[in-house]
T-cell receptor
Framework: GESVGLHLPTLSVQEGDNSIINCAYS??????FIWYKQESGKGPQFIID?????DKRQGQRVTVLLNKTVKHLSLQIAATQPGDSAVYFCAENGWASNDKIIFGKGTRLHILP | ETGVTQSPTHLIKTRGQQVTLRCSSQSGHNTVSWYQQALGQGPQFIFQ???????GRGNFPPRFSGLQFPNYSSELNVNALELDDSALYLC?????????????FGQGTRLTVV
């Protein structure tokens, strides 16, 4: 079965607030994680990644946190904008997978006006 | 835009037929991976092609096959189509040897089997 999964299928956030999307994984040997954003009618778009030797990584308006103790990672989006509406996937790319990316089921982020 | 192009964008086929989907990788990328995304699900890895050979395969039956050409473009072929094959088929290109961040997805081909 899949080694990544998301806690909630849908998340509604007020425009301007921060969004937090959570993800759990089961394979303790997983060493690389990626967050993707998929807008309607488009393919997944890379947002940010993190390796298992890190616990936090920041990008532009996004932060990924990794807690290896409880096998959990999260994506934080600051000052959520209407353009952030999409489905967000956490994904795993194992060290021996030759770029095989294992996706979870996704969380739909809905921005409230 | 990622530079990965897929054709056709939409396709309707009848159960039992065969289909060929095409993907042109981003310039400079020599590895192509194919994914199947059912409605409301995350993409599932089908297989990957590197240097014109299959380089890893997911849990898909042999009727899913592929090719990679010298220009690194790729085809996905599905024989004996079943209703459950209806999905969005995604192609991702990457450059083998770089970090695993360099995987860019196309917009996909929406296949409907009736």
């Amino acid at each position: 079965g899949e080694s990544v999964g998301l806690h909630l299928p849908t998340l509604s956030v007020q425009e301007g607030d921060n969004s937090i999307i959570n993800c759990a994984y089961s394979n303790s040997a997983s060493d690389y994680f990626i967050w993707y954003k998929q807008e309607s009618g488009k393919g997944p778009q890379f947002i940010i990644d993190i390796r298992s030797n890190m616990d936090k990584r920041q990008g532009q308006r996004v932060t990924v946190l990794l807690n290896k103790t409880v096998k959990h990672l999260s994506l934080q989006i600051a000052a959520t904008q209407p353009g952030d509406s999409a489905v967000y996937f956490c994904a795993e790319n194992g060290w021996a997978s030759n770029d095989k990316i294992i996706f979870g089921k996704g969380t739909r982020l809905h921005i409230l006006p | 835009e990622t530079g990965v192009t897929q054709s056709p964008t939409h396709l309707i086929k009848t159960r039992g037929q065969q289909v060929t989907l095409r993907c042109s990788s981003q310039s400079g990328h020599n590895t192509v991976s194919w994914y199947q995304q059912a409605l409301g699900q995350g993409p599932q890895f089908i297989f990957q092609y590197y240097r014109e050979e299959e380089n890893g395969r997911g849990n898909f039956p042999p009727r899913f096959s592929g090719l990679q050409f010298p220009n690194y473009s790729s085809e996905l072929n599905v024989n004996a189509l079943e209703l459950d094959d209806s999905a969005l088929y995604l192609c991702a290109s990457s450059l083998e040897g770089l970090t695993n961040t360099e995987a860019f997805f196309g917009q996909g081909t929406r296949l409907t089997v009736v």
